[in-house]
């Protein structure tokens, strides 16, 4: 199936496709890595073993995602 | 293709997936979680520490069941749904940006040359750094298991365990892609392949064991509950690999017809 002729001829050769440059891609990877942090510390670590909100509000209302996504709490 | 583009896709492609997991997560995940819970306020009533109210030793359990609800600002009914879906929703974005920066590394530098196909590749290996691995050594755990006390050293082992895996992977990658230019890519990603996995084995047999399933409590609830955690994470990571190659596609199409015409 997966090497059907039907299939389009970009599913199987086409083109070679040109890296993006490292340095393009560094200062975005910065950023993502920042909004990846800050949203996943909240759902993943806040009232666990660090604390920096003083109500444990965030802590709890995310608790379902955070046992699901294998983090450990409490 | 710029970054910038790249990255709002790889988020939107996390808003996706995130609805798909959190339907998973609800209708398979949730009767676990709430069967745990039970369990879990059983054991406080029954004078047994665990969980969120660390400590509470209560004299009967109608008293422990009052405190347990003052002691969380939520209620269960908030958790499980707009909880639930909020939580995800936020990894789901965060994963999402994570994978878009993975696929900018990966376009072109796979030996791969569809963008469908690097999607689902970087999908599968960012699944097995960042969830797979570290669940095998420190599975999920449902409410009710696992100290208190502990949180920090869990915690700690969890990431360490985590940036292990990540830095294996991408050195696995490296390996594969060495090993191409000698051998096959077939024979270059069983051979990267077998290299991770016992570095990854050999690195969980150095790593601290913990062993806090409280007695008695239910092994199916445990595996029900692990298998739920594993499918939620399996259609995250899948599900932002395939909407993320669905909106490369829909992206490229008007300018592959126009170089058709």
Redesign the interface.
């Known amino acids: 199936m997966a090497f059907s002729p039907a299939l389009p001829a970009s599913e199987t050769t086409g083109p070679a496709v040109t890296p993006l440059p490292v340095r393009d891609i560094a200062p975005w990877a910065l950023l993502a890595a920042s909004i990846a942090l800050v949203l996943v510390y909240f759902v993943g670590f806040e009232e666990g073993a660090l604390n920096l909100l003083s109500s444990n509000v965030v802590h709890e209302f995310v608790h379902d995602a955070r046992h699901l996504a294998g983090l450990p709490c409490h | 293709?710029n970054?910038?583009d790249?990255?709002v896709r790889?988020m939107l492609a996390g808003i996706i997936a995130s609805v798909l997991a959190t339907a998973f997560?609800f209708t398979v995940?949730?009767p676990a979680?709430e069967r745990a819970i039970a369990i879990e306020e059983q054991n406080a009533a029954a004078g047994m520490p665990a969980?969120?109210d660390?400590g509470v030793m209560a004299a009967t359990a109608t008293a422990t069941a009052a405190e347990a609800e003052e002691a969380?600002?939520?209620s269960r009914e908030?958790?499980?749904t707009?909880?639930?879906v909020?939580?995800?929703l936020?990894?789901g974005?965060?994963?999402g940006?994570?994978f878009?920066?993975v696929f900018?590394?990966a376009?072109?530098?796979l030996g791969i040359?569809?963008?469908?196909?690097t999607a689902l590749t970087v999908a599968v290996l960012t699944f097995v750094a960042f969830?797979l691995v570290?669940?095998l050594k420190?599975?999920?755990?449902?409410?009710a298991v696992?100290h208190?006390e502990t949180?920090?050293a869990?915690?700690?082992a969890?990431v360490g365990m985590l940036l292990a895996s990540v830095l294996l992977m991408i050195a696995a990658v490296i390996l594969q892609r060495w090993l191409a230019e000698v051998r096959s890519r077939w024979d270059a990603s069983i051979l990267a392949g077998i290299v991770f996995g016992a570095l990854v084995v050999a690195v969980s047999l150095l790593m601290p064991g913990f062993s806090e399933v409280p007695e008695g409590f239910p092994a199916d609830v445990l595996w029900h509950?692990r298998l739920?955690?594993l499918g939620?994470?399996l259609t995250m990571w899948l599900g932002i690999g395939l909407a993320f190659g669905v909106l490369m596609d829909r992206a490229a199409r008007p300018v592959?017809q126009a170089a058709q015409r």
């Open positions: 293709m970054m910038r790249l990255l790889g997560a995940g949730e979680i969980g969120h660390h969380s600002p939520v908030l958790q499980r707009v909880g639930l909020a939580g995800t936020a990894l974005v965060a994963f940006g994570v878009a920066i900018a590394f376009r072109g530098r040359t569809s963008d469908r196909g969830y570290p669940f420190y599975p999920a755990n449902p409410p696992g208190g949180i920090e869990r915690t700690a969890y509950f739920a955690s939620t994470q592959a």
